[in-house]
Each structure stands twice: as C-alpha cells, then as structure tokens.
C-alpha cells in the first residue's frame, strides 16, 4: 500500500505564492516519477508539472514561468512552488506517483488539497 499525503494548500490573494508538499509512504521500492495535476469546478483535470527521480521536469502549459517543482528522492517527496497566483489557478491539487515500483507497478494519487486564490 502507497499513501500519497499533500499539504500546504490554502487561500492565498492574486499575486501570492503558496507552496504544496507531497509525502509518499508505505513499502516500495522506487517512485519513477512524482507530480502535480489540477483539476478546477467544471474543468478536466489537467498536468500541473511533474518530475523523475533524475530531475528531469515537465510544466503543463498553466504552470511555466511561475511555478517551479522539486522533490527530495531521499523523503520521497515533492513539492510545488507557485508563483504570481492567479483566480485561474483556484482548482484542487492532486499530487501523482507515476510507476511506483512494489510488487507490481502501478500509480498512485493523493487525495488533493484546495488552492484558492481570492481577493
């Protein structure tokens, strides 16, 4: 079993910076890739960023020039730094593990954490 626990969402006003943070625990070997997806009121869920074991990054469109993603292989853990935050960014959260390596592979999602972005 693989838990995926996400923190750091909140309200923050246009302009503002928040940052997200997702621990993965429970018994696997190697996370392939950790990442972030969105998903807004009436809107599919689209890819945030998301980053390798090696470092390797890929932003979604929404997410280049103002949010930036790291992660800690050694926590098991990611975080996403955002920026310049905008009403169009209030969406909730998910934080992703793709190819998690246990018995089998498979992929894994959080349960997600609110971003609101209000004046």
């Known amino acids: 079993q693989v838990q995926l626990v996400e923190s750091g969402g909140g309200l923050v006003q246009p302009g503002g910076s928040l940052r997200l943070s997702c621990a993965a625990s429970g018994k696997f070997r190697s996370i392939y890739a950790m990442g972030w997806h969105r998903q807004a009121p009436g809107k599919q869920r689209e890819l945030v960023a998301f980053i390798a074991s090696n470092g390797a990054t890929n932003y979604g469109d929404c997410a280049k020039g103002r949010f930036t993603i790291s992660r800690d292989n050694a926590k098991n853990t990611v975080y996403l730094q955002m920026d310049s935050l905008e009403p169009e960014d209030t969406a909730v959260y998910y934080c992703?593990?793709?190819?998690?390596?246990?018995?089998?592979?498979?992929?894994?999602w959080g349960q997600g954490t609110q971003v609101t972005v209000s004046s």
């Open positions: 992703m593990a793709d190819q998690v390596l246990t018995d089998t592979v498979g992929d894994y």
